[in-house]
């Protein structure tokens, strides 16, 4: 299609139908200097200084990352405990260990929890009440702001266990991550073929069998892609858990034992606690995370991507 | 027929299920519709337990701490109205702000404006801002966005300071440049909700505004956006509600100032930004208030999410006809 002006109908033909003459065809010239068609043109026009407006964020956002946070990477960031106050140098280690770790302890209690729901609502009883439910409650999920997962936590597993904790963080990232990996795995094995569901219940497949031998093999790449889009997501969620996991100066493996039940650091609070400090070391450093948080979701992302082409 | 009735000779195709196989497709389907309860079960708790831990609060500030302004934690004053009042006024900025750049946006990428490459990059530029975390866009707004508003903010405030809305000078933090990094949040979600709704407009329709005659805009804005106008309204809804619970970004930019005001370069306040920055502080006597307000926050977005949710079933079912 042209984007550019349609033919205008000639204002004539209604008074020449009117008269009872022969019809007159309409005028196929273009017309580019009307005023409807001038006026069509410089919303185009603003359409694209809007497109152009809405993606300057974007780029200006990815240039402090490389240009600030560029400047500080470098590999004792990555290894080194974050400084105190007026110290020079140190890093963020135990932040990418505490952030992947959370990330780790969340998924594992979130995917599983979120296929077994996407396997009732896809195969057991997609149109029953009870799935008719537990969507809408998904769905409500997704729309859960991140703090209250974190205040959910903290009642739930903070004040219990009388101490702030990577299990609780993870508890409060789960939450937040199951309402991704049920719809998205509902959609994956719902495009699953009836024909070949069928044949297998022919060969005397009970329904259990066709699940894990035809539908999940078959729907393993877009299940994936939601359990990485929500793994992407809890990464760089910080509100959930400040007041969950709270924040660290120290690894969590210590003397070749793991501590899970201590504050634990994450990559996204140590940006929230350095952004706001005094100290030009600190703010550096937390350009420098916020470098390093970025590129570590955007190629969760891209992995996902990846696996959701090649299903298609 | 015989090879059926045989339970697995060689040379079979098939055989009957065993007594095993019964048993664990009976034990895995129990497990997935426990799965679909723990779902149901998950949101009751979560509603269970902050209403719980927010009874307290109830009990001793009733309804009164809805409308009060003060917080004091030494005396026990607690009121949320400015919080309220700050989420639902940064909100409904970065709604005009970024439902305004969202909606064009989803226009421009669905109305063939662009040669298909070029619709790739802008595709992907709004699934990375989606994808950017907010910590991250928090980090930013303090570093540039408030440095690059604050001379047009001095210069409104001292030209047009006697309209409410330019009542103040922007001293860093603010209720601006909060709602400027919120409406970037929220700008993808509604670009992507609206481009649904507008794809699911049939093609031939606008075909036939264009054999009508009627320009590019014509059929946009005549034919086009009217049918799509129930998605778009939910599109619209639904990124409000994700702008009501967004918690990092304005808890780093708006200022944590418990005030009433109109002025769009006052330090204000919000519910997710008041929970972020007490929270981690807080004694037991303020958890329960923390908890009361964080009730108030979930019962607001729940109703705005749901009234989108709704909003999008009813336009699904429109063009469904």
């Known amino acids: ?312 | 027929m015989s090879s059926l009735e045989h339970a697995g000779p060689p040379g079979a195709v098939a055989s009957a299920p065993s007594a095993w196989d019964f048993f664990a497709d009976r034990a895995f389907r129990a497990l997935a519709t426990a799965g679909a309860y723990l779902i149901l079960l998950l949101l009751a708790f979560i509603l269970w337990q902050i209403g719980r831990k927010a009874w307290p609060g109830m009990r001793d500030y009733g309804v009164g701490f809805l409308t009060s302004t003060n917080w004091d934690v030494g005396r026990g004053h607690f009121g949320i109205l400015p919080a309220i009042w700050g989420t639902l006024y940064s909100s409904f900025l970065a709604l005009v702000i970024g439902g305004f750049f969202g909606v064009v946006m989803a226009i421009f990428l669905t109305q063939d404006f662009l040669p298909p490459r070029l619709a790739v990059v802008f595709r992907t530029t709004v699934e990375l801002l989606a994808a950017i975390p907010s910590v991250v866009y928090g980090l930013w707004g303090i570093f540039v966005v408030v440095p690059a508003i604050r001379p047009g903010a001095d210069w409104l405030y001292s030209h047009l300071g006697r309209i409410p809305f330019f009542g103040s000078t922007l001293s860093g933090p603010g209720l601006l440049p909060a709602a400027l990094v919120l409406a970037i949040m929220i700008l993808p979600t509604v670009a992507a909700v609206s481009q649904d709704a507008l794809r699911q407009v049939p093609y031939r329709v606008k075909e036939a505004a264009y054999g009508m005659g009627a320009t590019r805009w014509e059929a946009i804005l005549k034919v086009m956006m009217p049918t799509a106008l129930t998605g778009i309204f939910g599109a619209l809804v639904l990124g409000f509600g994700r702008a009501l619970g967004e918690t990092m970004a304005l808890a780093m930019l708006i200022g944590n100032s418990n005030q009433l005001s109109l002025s769009l370069f006052s330090p204000a306040n919000t519910l997710a930004a008041l929970l972020a920055l007490n929270f981690p502080e807080a004694g037991p006597r303020e958890v329960a208030v923390l908890m009361y307000a964080a009730l108030v926050l979930l019962a607001i977005t729940l109703l705005v999410n749901v009234a989108g949710g709704a909003i999008m079933a009813m336009a699904g079912r429109k063009a469904g006809k």
């Open chain 1, 1 to 312: 299609m042209s984007p550019g002006v349609i033919p205008a109908v000639d204002r004539s033909v209604g008074q020449g139908m009117a008269v009872g003459a022969r019809p007159v065809p309409p005028s196929l010239k273009r017309a580019p200097l009307e005023r409807r068609a001038l006026l069509s043109e410089a919303l185009t026009a603003g359409a694209w200084a809007a497109a152009i407006i809405a993606s300057v964020p974007l780029v200006s956002v990815l240039y402090m990352l490389v240009v600030r946070g560029g400047a500080r990477l470098h590999w004792s960031v990555l290894v080194e405990l974050p400084p105190a106050g007026f110290e020079m140098g140190g890093g963020f280690g135990n932040a990418i260990v505490g952030t992947v770790v959370m990330v780790g302890l969340g998924a594992l209690i979130s995917v599983p929890v979120g296929i077994l729901c996407a396997v009732f609502l896809a195969e057991l009883g997609p149109h029953s009440t009870l799935a008719g439910a537990v969507r809408f409650a998904a769905k409500t999920l997704t729309g859960l702001p991140s703090i209250l997962a974190g205040v959910f936590a903290y009642a739930s597993v903070v004040l219990v266990t009388g101490t702030y904790s990577a299990p609780a963080g993870a508890v409060a990232l789960a939450v937040l991550m199951v309402p991704t990996v049920v719809l998205t795995a509902e959609e994956a094995m719902k495009t699953v073929s009836r024909i070949t569901r069928d044949a297998a219940y022919g060969m005397g497949c009970t329904r259990s069998q066709v699940i894990w031998r035809i539908v999940l093999p078959t729907a393993l790449p877009g299940i994936l892609t939601g359990v990485m889009l929500a793994v992407a997501r809890a990464a760089g969620e910080t509100a959930p858990l400040l007041f969950t996991a709270l924040f660290s100066s120290f690894w969590l493996v210590e003397h070749g034992a793991v501590k899970l039940m201590q504050p634990t650091a994450s990559l996204a609070v140590l940006i929230y606690n350095f952004s706001g400090m005094p100290f030009e070391n600190q703010i550096e450093l937390a350009w420098a995370a916020s470098l390093v948080l970025v590129m570590l979701v955007l190629f969760v992302n891209i992995v996902s991507r990846l696996l959701g082409r090649r299903r298609a």
